[in-house]
């Protein structure tokens, strides 16, 4: 709830984008299996969404155990310098995994050069679009109408269909 913890968790949210991106459009180029790679991608971000609540209350006894144990005041800069190693570890890889979804659907959907740069766009724009759509509906409606956990679930729920 602070510009630095927004600012922590923005940096990393691009940070794994731009990361499962170049790893995984690299590995897309070289394979044949890019839908199939797209669809384990997609799995693998449920299967985390899935188990999100579990990983976050251990990071979260960790981060206070850490910082309570030490005396380490929680407005210094060693408690920001924790916080940015916990949004790392609670974020890095379903936004890897993330990174990797758009270079799969290019590619599988890009047989030739002539397509590139319409499909780029068509799945770029695809992309933004439920980003917004999924933000507003999370963010603004169904965290409020039936919470946190269920919102997450039914993120995962779709991941894992998409991804199936």
Not at 75 to 102: E, H, N, R, Y
Not at 142 to 150: E, T
Request: net charge neutral; with cysteine; glycine share 10%.
């Amino acid at each position: 709830n602070s510009t630095y913890a927004q600012s922590i968790l923005l940096a990393t949210y691009m940070g794994g984008l731009a990361i499962g991106a170049w790893y995984w459009g690299r590995k897309i180029d070289s394979s044949s299996k890019a839908l199939k790679i797209f669809a384990w991608l997609e799995i693998g971000i449920a299967l985390y969404c899935f188990s999100y609540p579990f990983i976050f209350n251990a990071l979260e006894h960790s981060y206070i155990w850490v910082v309570s144990s030490n005396d380490i005041a929680s407005d210094s800069g060693l408690a920001l310098f924790f916080k940015l190693i916990v949004s790392v570890f609670a974020i890095i890889v379903p936004t890897i995994l993330m990174g990797g979804t758009l270079p799969a659907l290019v590619k599988y959907f890009s047989q030739r050069i002539e397509g590139v740069a319409t499909n780029v766009a068509r799945f770029y724009f695809l992309n933004s679009l439920g980003a917004v759509v999924g933000t507003f509906l999370g963010g603004f409606i169904l965290l409020q109408y039936i919470g946190l956990n269920a919102t997450n679930y039914i993120a995962a729920f779709i991941d894992l269909i998409i991804g199936l």
